[in-house]
C-alpha cells in the first residue's frame, strides 16, 4: 500500500506537485520533458500568458534551469495587465548608457527601472542599436517589475556571466540535449581562448543565433583554436567572469 503511495507520488504532474518539486529543487532540469511542459503552460495559465507564442523560454544559470521572458511575454503583459511605460530619463555615465523608463497600471500603481548598456566607443549603427537596446531592456525590466514577476527578461542575459540559454521543443518541453553540449562547448573553448583571442575567432557571431549545423563547425572552430594555443604551451588563467557577453540571449 505504502509503495503504491509513493508511485502515485513520485508521477503526480498536478501543478500543485509540479510546482512543490520547482520550488524544492530550484531546476527545472530535473523535470521530465512531460512535467516541465506542463510546469511551462502552468505558468503562463497564472499570469494570462499564451503558451503558444512561447513567453517564456529555458535558461541555464549557475548550472540550473531556469525560465527567462521573452519580448512576447513582455508585450503580452502589458496588454493584459493595462499597463502603459514612458521613458523617464536618458543619461551617459562614463562608458554606459542608462535608460529610466516608468511604468503605470490602470489603478494608478507605478514602477520605474533602469536599462544600461556598454556604449564606450561605438559610433554609427552599432550606438544607435545599443541605444534602443538600453530602452528595451528598461521597459521591459519595469513590465515585470510592477506585474510582480521575477523573472530575468532575455535582454539581460548576455551581461551574465555563465548565462547560456537552451531551446526546447515548444510541444513537448524536450531540451535539445545536443545543441545544449554544442554550446558548452564554445563556452568551454571561450574561457580558454580568452577575450581578446575569442574576437578574432569570432568575428561577430552569435552562438544561440547560429543554426545546428553552423554551431557545430563555429565550436570545432574554437577547440582548433585552442589546440594551437596549447601547442605552444598556454595555459588557461582566464576567468570565466571576462566572457560575460560572450553566449548573449536573443534580443528579441
Known amino acids: 500500500m505504502m509503495s503504491n503511495a509513493i508511485a502515485k507520488t513520485n508521477t503526480d504532474t498536478t501543478p ?3 510546482l ?8 527545472l532540469g530535473k523535470l521530465s520533458p512531460g512535467e516541465r511542459m506542463n510546469y511551462y503552460k502552468s505558468v503562463c495559465e497564472s499570469v494570462g500568458l499564451n503558451p503558444l507564442t512561447r513567453p517564456f523560454d529555458y535558461l541555464v544559470l549557475q548550472g540550473k534551469t531556469t525560465l527567462y521572458a521573452r519580448k512576447d511575454a513582455t508585450d503580452q503583459l502589458r496588454s493584459l495587465k493595462q499597463v502603459s511605460v514612458q521613458i523617464t530619463g536618458r543619461e551617459r555615465v562614463e562608458d554606459v548608457y542608462v535608460v529610466t523608463a516608468r511604468a503605470v497600471t490602470s489603478d494608478g ?5 533602469t536599462g544600461a548598456v556598454t556604449i564606450g566607443a561605438l559610433k554609427g549603427d552599432a550606438l544607435a542599436n545599443a541605444l534602443m537596446k538600453a530602452e528595451t531592456k528598461a521597459k521591459r525590466r519595469v513590465t515585470l517589475s510592477i506585474c510582480g514577476l521575477g523573472w530575468l527578461d532575455e535582454t539581460e542575459i548576455e551581461t551574465i556571466n555563465g548565462a547560456a540559454t537552451i531551446p526546447a521543443d515548444a510541444d513537448t518541453g524536450e531540451v535539445d540535449e545536443a545543441r545544449a553540449e554544442l554550446l558548452q562547448r564554445c563556452r568551454d573553448a571561450a574561457i580558454t581562448l580568452g577575450k581578446d583571442r575569442l574576437k578574432l575567432v ?4 552569435t552562438p544561440d543565433k547560429l543554426e545546428t549545423p553552423d554551431l557545430q563547425a563555429f565550436a570545432e572552430e574554437l577547440e582548433a583554436a585552442v589546440k594551437t ?3 605552444e604551451g598556454y595555459t588557461s ?3 570565466s567572469g571576462d566572457l560575460g557577453d560572450y553566449i548573449p540571449g536573443e534580443e528579441g
Do not use: C, I, M, Y
Open 16 to 18: 500543485a506537485a509540479l
Open 109 to 113: 500603481r507605478t514602477d520605474e527601472s
Open 229 to 231: 594555443l596549447q601547442a
Open 20 to 27: 512543490e518539486k520547482v520550488v524544492v529543487g530550484g531546476d
Open 202 to 205: 569570432r568575428k561577430g557571431r
Open 237 to 239: 588563467g582566464v576567468d
